[in-house]
């Protein structure tokens, strides 16, 4: 039985950062591909850094490039979102998933940017207080 399991949300400041962890059991992480998403109050599901099993190639949402990154752990098979200068924005459930399908665009394949991932966490929540 595949289980993901997310950990470290917060609540912080504007500006703060935040780390993410997610740790996957019945699964391995570096075999397909992986993402975090994340949903806000009256939003939908929304990818928010996705990562290629071979680490060759990461997507990031345009509102958290330069902020957010995706890494991967092979030996604790987990996968973290590292989150800095957070904005009142960021405020969300955030999910890890795994399993995503692939797109093939501009010549190269790329992890799917929607929530058609086989497998969820139960999410955590982020709160940024500004």
């Known amino acids: 039985q595949v289980r993901l399991v997310e950990s470290g949300g917060a609540s912080v400041q504007a500006g703060g950062s935040v780390r993410l962890s997610c740790a996957a059991s019945?699964?391995?992480?570096?075999?397909?591909?992986v993402a975090w998403f994340r949903q806000g109050p009256g939003n939908e599901r929304e990818a928010v850094a996705t990562?290629?099993?071979?680490?060759?190639?990461?997507y990031y949402a345009e509102s958290v490039k330069g902020r957010f990154v995706i890494s991967r752990d092979d030996a604790k098979n987990t996968v973290d979102l590292q989150m800095n200068s957070l904005k009142s924005d960021d405020t969300a459930m955030y999910y890890c998933?795994?399993?995503?399908?692939?797109?093939?665009?501009?010549?190269?394949?790329?992890?799917?940017?929607?929530?058609?991932?086989?497998?969820w966490g139960q999410g955590t929540q982020v709160t940024v207080s500004s």
């Open positions: 019945g699964y391995t992480l570096s075999s397909h591909c």
């Open positions: 998933a795994a399993q995503g399908p692939w797109r093939y665009r501009d010549g190269d394949f790329y992890c799917s940017e929607g929530a058609d991932y086989k497998y």
């Open positions: 990562m290629k099993p071979d680490r060759a190639r990461t």
